[in-house]
């Protein structure tokens, strides 16, 4: 297709969104709208799993070392245990620290150890946050089998609890994203099939008097990627500015979990875009190959 012909093509796509102004905005903001969601949700999706991380990185599991080890031994138990494969963080706790820790647990009833004449009843230990909590079980085997090392707490009812909710996320989220998909091409198709069909007429004249199929879909092609870019457009835009917005809230009102930032969601916003072009033009493709067969 040469370039007079293109050009041709995409000013007779420009004149026919003008000249069908009124069902044109129809579709653009039938497309905003399916697009808004799906944008909305797939934000919503990115920052489950997100959470789901960081919630997975904060579980960790305690090794606790004999009592009365020196600390020469608990330094080379430290390096043999940080040197296995799934752990990424080693935090050591001395057994001063974990009675200073728990005394502030208990707040105002600290003073009830005090009839323990300064003995120190806890143990050092060693706080372990994992990269795969998977595969806990393995690394809880071979943290317990270094030498000096007495016993290791693991929660593994709170770990598969994590594992079963993420797992389940990420099953409806799927889910929902396919027809989410289907039903924004399904109601963005029928859209630009109504205005198709209040042009059938033109499309059956251009097939009289000798056009080619292909001559007369590129016009309304073309017109569905204008429409579908417009419709993307505003979509993105909403939810970029809806989003920003809600970021901004949240972190003011809570630090127990983070969110991804506008910047870092970037790429996922340009994708509302290229889908409503993508189904733009797609949905004008199926629209008018049905009034081809004069």
């Not at 647990?105 to 009839?115: F, P, R």
């Not at 017109?223 to 870019?229: D, P, R, S, Y």
């Not at 417009?230 to 127990?256: N, Q």
């Amino acid at each position: 297709m040469g370039t007079h012909l293109i050009s041709l093509h995409i000013k007779t796509a420009f004149r026919g969104v003008i000249k069908n102004s009124l069902m044109a905005l129809a579709s653009i903001m039938s497309c905003a709208c399916c697009l808004f969601l799906y944008g909305l949700f797939m934000l919503l999706t990115l920052n489950v799993f997100f959470i789901g991380q960081q919630v997975q990185n904060q579980c960790e599991i305690q090794a606790y070392f004999v009592a009365d080890l020196s600390q020469e031994a608990i330094d080379a138990a430290c390096e043999k245990i940080a040197a296995i494969d799934n752990i990424t963080e080693t935090v050591f706790e001395s057994k001063e620290q974990a009675l200073q820790n728990y005394k502030a647990q208990l707040g105002e009833d600290a003073s009830a150890l005090d009839g323990l004449d300064g003995e120190n009843f806890m143990r050092n230990s060693l706080k372990i946050r994992m990269k795969d909590i998977s595969a806990v079980a393995q690394t809880v085997q071979l943290v317990a089998e270094i030498e000096g090392v007495e016993e290791v707490k693991n929660r593994q009812d709170i770990v598969d609890k994590i594992l079963s909710i993420n797992k389940g996320i990420r099953l409806i989220s799927f889910i929902v994203m396919v027809l989410l998909t289907f039903v924004s091409l399904l109601i963005i198709v029928n859209t630009i099939k109504l205005s198709v069909q209040s042009r059938a007429n033109e499309i059956h004249i251009m097939k009289y008097v000798g056009a080619t199929n292909w001559f007369v879909r590129w016009p309304f092609i073309i017109e569905g990627l204008i429409v579908g870019a417009f419709g993307g457009l505003l979509a993105t835009l909403a939810v970029t500015g809806g989003y920003g917005y809600l970021i901004s809230y949240t972190t003011e009102a809570m630090d127990i979990v983070k969110f991804y930032s506008v910047a870092e969601v970037t790429l996922p916003l340009i994708t509302i875009l290229l889908f409503g072009i993508i189904m733009g033009g797609f949905g004008s493709f199926l629209a008018v190959r049905r009034h081809l067969d004069v």
